[in-house]
T-cell receptor
Framework: KQEVTQIPAALSVPEGENLVLNCSFTDSAIYNLQWFRQDPGKGLTSLLL?????REQTSGRLNASLDKSSGRSTLYIAASQPGDSATYLC???????????FGAGTQVVVTP | DAMVIQNPRYQVTQFGKPVTMSCSQT?????MYWYQQKSSQAPKLLFH???????NEADTPDNFQSRRPNTSFCFLDIRSPGLGDAAMYLC??????????FGDGTRLSIL
């Protein structure tokens, strides 16, 4: 059974520092890996999707890497801002139609 | 803007009293999903539709049912809510193997 783990559960950094968020999964047979952002009391916003054949994906200040063989993905957020404060969740896609198995998330606080 | 809209945003019901929540989408995606998310936990998939084909997760309680009358709309029914069903219910849509688009959720409280 696929298990997705995100460590640490919470992280606080001063504004301007780079953020590094980790995600690990137990089964390398995935279709893709997705990173989401969730603000308090809101739904999830898709940030990046990395297909299983890709090694990384970039969007603006965000960069996500994928190492299927070791079961790891890392989300880098450059030059963090207070507006980046949120919970970040990773999820692996385990079926061709799109079933996602989520991690519990990392809660990030960026202090001014 | 194209989006996923869930109603109501907040719902309060009594123990055992049925509830229904809705999800509508303007993205014309063929896959729709319902997730349950409890506080500080990962979203848990309850079921999904691939077009009109309904797929139930093995551990989704029988208490939970869903309807998808057309491509744009989907409903989640909880027949006899228990205290353990208090959670945020999230609807999402996508094309297969593409990013999922989420609504803002319905927060359910049980008295």
């Amino acid at each position: 059974k696929q298990e997705v783990t995100q460590i640490p559960a919470a992280l606080s950094v001063p504004e301007g520092e780079n953020l590094v968020l980790n995600c690990s999964f137990t089964d390398s047979a995935i279709y893709n890996l997705q990173w989401f952002r969730q603000d308090p009391g809101k739904g999830l916003t898709s940030l990046l999707l990395i297909q299983s054949s890709q090694r990384e994906q970039t969007s603006g200040r965000l960069n996500a890497s994928l190492d299927k063989s070791s079961g790891r993905s890392t989300l880098y957020i450059a030059a963090s801002q207070p507006g980046d404060s949120a919970t970040y969740l990773c999820a692996v896609c385990t079926d061709s139609w799109g079933k996602l198995q989520f991690g519990a998330g990392t809660q990030v606080v960026v202090t001014p | 803007d194209a989006m996923v809209i869930q109603n109501p945003r907040y719902q309060v019901t009594q123990f055992g009293k049925p509830v229904t929540m809705s999800c509508s989408q303007t993205l014309n995606h063929n896959v729709m999903y319902w997730y349950q998310q409890k506080s500080s936990q990962a979203p848990k998939l309850l079921f999904h539709y691939y077009d009109k084909d309904f797929n139930n997760e093995a551990d989704t309680p029988d208490n939970f049912q869903s309807r998808r009358p057309n491509t744009s709309f989907c409903f989640l029914d909880i027949r006899s809510p228990g205290l353990g069903d208090a959670a945020m219910y999230l609807c999402a849509t996508s094309w297969p193997n593409q990013p999922q688009h989420f609504g803002d959720g319905t927060r359910l409280s049980i008295l």
